[in-house]
């Protein structure tokens, strides 16, 4: 069985950084992309970043130059590190297994999410 | 970037009727790189439907989508009190970007 299960989400003042991780189990990691995406509370979906298996990454034009994707086969393990938080990044995030190696976000399995809050 | 479009915001009906469900791209989506995405309150997104109308393994048949360019449909036939969520159209193009959702009310 598919798991996802982010981490690293919390409280933080406008301006910090945080790095989120995933960790997942019941499918070989490397042979497929990775994605991010995020849900401000009461709200919808925002596709942030992904990354192919060849480490190649991909962001929304909103984000680049503040978020990172990375990730680490031998950990079974991905991640985002954002840098320079503001309010407007509050959000569940959740990483999500794509359907393929190639980088198209088609996100077949999700984990549950970790919550990053933005306040002072 | 594509922007897509889902209307009605809120659909409410009765079980055993059937729900259809827009999506609206401001560019032509190619290669039918077209998904559907169910959520319930407190859950993760789940897959329904890829590549405009391929169901996701374990997705009852009353789902299904069609629509080509820029116009997407979701039909629910036979609505079931389980169906209960929000919908959300993704396309998986150029990068990803989803509509602003659909939620599904059953009476």
């Known amino acids: 069985e598919v798991h996802l299960l982010e981490s690293g989400g919390g409280l933080v003042e406008p301006g910090g950084s945080l790095r989120l991780s995933c960790v997942v189990s019941?499918?070989?990691?490397?042979?497929?992309?990775m994605s991010w995406v995020r849900q401000s509370p009461g709200k919808g979906l925002e596709w942030l970043s992904g990354?192919?298996?060849?480490?190649?990454?991909f962001y929304t034009e909103s984000v680049k130059g503040r978020f990172t994707i990375s990730r680490d086969n031998s950990k079974n393990t991905l991640y985002l590190q954002i840098n320079n938080l503001r309010a407007e990044d509050t959000a569940l995030y959740y990483c999500?297994?794509?359907?393929?190696?190639?980088?198209?976000?088609?996100?077949?399995?999700w984990g549950q999410g970790t919550l990053v809050a933005v306040s002072s | 970037e594509i922007v897509l479009t889902q209307s009605p915001g809120t659909l409410s009906l009765s079980p055993g009727e059937r729900a259809t469900l827009s999506c609206r791209a401001t560019?032509?989506?190619?290669?039918?790189?077209l998904a559907w995405y169910q959520q319930k309150p407190g859950q993760a997104p789940r897959l329904l439907i890829s590549?405009?109308?391929t169901r996701a393994t374990g997705v009852p048949d009353r789902f299904s989508g069609s629509g080509s360019g820029t116009d997407f449909t979701l039909t629910i036939t036979r609505l079931e009190p389980e169906d209960s969520a929000v919908y959300y159209c993704?396309?998986?193009?150029?990068?990803?970007?989803f509509g602003q959702g659909t939620k599904v009310e059953i009476k």
């Open positions: 999500a297994k794509e359907a393929a190696a190639a980088g198209i976000p088609l996100l077949d399995s």
């Open positions: 019941g499918f070989t990691f490397n042979n497929y992309a």
């Open positions: 990354i192919n298996t060849a480490g190649g990454a």
């Open positions: 560019q032509g989506v190619s290669r039918n790189s």
């Open positions: 590549g405009v109308s």
């Open positions: 993704q396309q998986y193009d150029r990068l990803a970007t």
